[in-house]
T-cell receptor, first 112, second 113 residues
Framework: QQQVKQSPQSLIVQKGGIPIINCAYE??????FPWYQQFPGKGPALLIAIRPDVSEKKEGRFTISFNKSAKQFSLHIMDSQPGDSATYFCAARAGSARQLTFGSGTQLTVLP | NAGVTQTPKFRVLKTGQSMTLLCAQD?????MYWYRQDPGMGLRLIHYSVGEGTTAKGEVPDGYNVSRLKKQNFLLGLESAAPSQTSVYFCASSYQGRGNTIYFGEGSWLTVV
C-alpha cells in the first residue's frame, strides 16, 4: 500500500525547461513534506520542504506547490540544468519518530 | 564533519549467512532509521529508533533485527540472508521535533546470492 504516490517515473527535458514532478498522499496525519535529491551512488539529500499551512515555497530555482484540499504537492525546477539530472523523491512525515514515507522516485534527465 | 557513516559499503552474502550493518552518526541525533531502496519502490522504512535502548518496526521489518545500545550507533542485522534482501540500505538520523531534517548516509550495497 503506497501512501505517497509519485509521478512520472522518469522525465527528460531540455536545458532551461521546467520539469514538474507530482505527488499525492492519503494520510492526513502527514504534516511535513520534503523533497530529496539523489545522485547515483549517493544517499538522498534534502532539497526543499514545505508545511501544509503554506501553499508555495521557493528556494532558488526549486519551488514546491502544495494543495492541502486535494492532498497533492509538486516540485518545479526553473531553468533546469544538466547538473540537476538526478532522482527526486517526494516524502511525507508523521509518526512517533517523525519517520518519512517516500514516493517511488522520478529519474530526471536534463539534456544540454 | 562525518554526519552519518555506514559500514560496510559493499557486501556479497550467500543465502543463509548472517551479517550486521553498522550506522554511526556524530550529530547527537535522537532519532535513527534504517531504509532499504529498491528500483521503482522508493525508500521503505525497515526499523527505527527514538532513542538509546529503544527500537520499533517500520514498514518492512521481516528478516531484520536492530539494536541501539549507544545513542550514536544503530545496527541492522540479517540473521539468515535471503535473495529478496538484495538491496541498497540507507541509515538516517534526525533531531527530535517537527520539521527537523533527516540526514542520510551514503548507503550500503548488499547482494545475496
Amino acid at each position: 500500500q503506497q501512501q505517497v504516490k509519485q509521478s512520472p517515473q522518469s522525465l527528460i527535458v531540455q536545458k532551461g525547461g521546467i520539469p514538474i514532478i507530482n505527488c499525492a498522499y492519503e494520510n492526513t496525519a502527514f504534516d511535513y513534506f520534503p523533497w530529496y535529491q539523489q545522485f547515483p551512488g549517493k544517499g538522498p539529500a534534502l532539497l526543499i520542504a514545505i508545511r501544509p499551512d503554506v501553499s508555495e515555497k521557493k528556494e532558488g530555482r526549486f519551488t514546491i506547490s502544495f494543495n492541502k484540499s486535494a492532498k497533492q504537492f509538486s516540485l518545479h525546477i526553473m531553468d533546469s540544468q544538466p547538473g540537476d539530472s538526478a532522482t527526486y523523491f517526494c516524502a511525507a512525515r508523521a509518526g512517533s519518530a517523525r519517520q518519512l514515507t517516500f514516493g517511488s522516485g522520478t529519474q530526471l534527465t536534463v539534456l544540454p | 564533519n562525518a554526519g552519518v557513516t555506514q559500514t560496510p559499503k559493499f557486501r556479497v552474502l550467500k543465502t543463509g549467512q548472517s551479517m550486521t550493518l553498522l550506522c554511526a552518526q556524530d550529530m547527537n541525533h535522537e532519532y535513527m532509521y534504517w531504509y532499504r531502496q529498491d528500483p521503482g519502490m522508493g525508500l521503505r522504512l525497515i526499523h527505527y529508533s527514538v532513542g538509546e535502548g529503544t527500537t520499533a518496526k517500520g514498514e518492512v521489518p521481516d528478516g531484520y533485527n536492530v539494536s541501539r545500545l549507544k545513542k550514536q550507533n544503530f545496527l541492522l542485522g540479517l540473521e539468515s540472508a535471503a535473495p529478496s534482501q538484495t538491496s541498497v540500505y540507507f541509515c538516517a538520523s534526525s533531531y527530535q521535533g517537527r520539521g527537523n531534517t533527516i540526514y542520510f548516509g551514503e548507503g550500503s550495497w548488499l547482494t545475496v546470492v
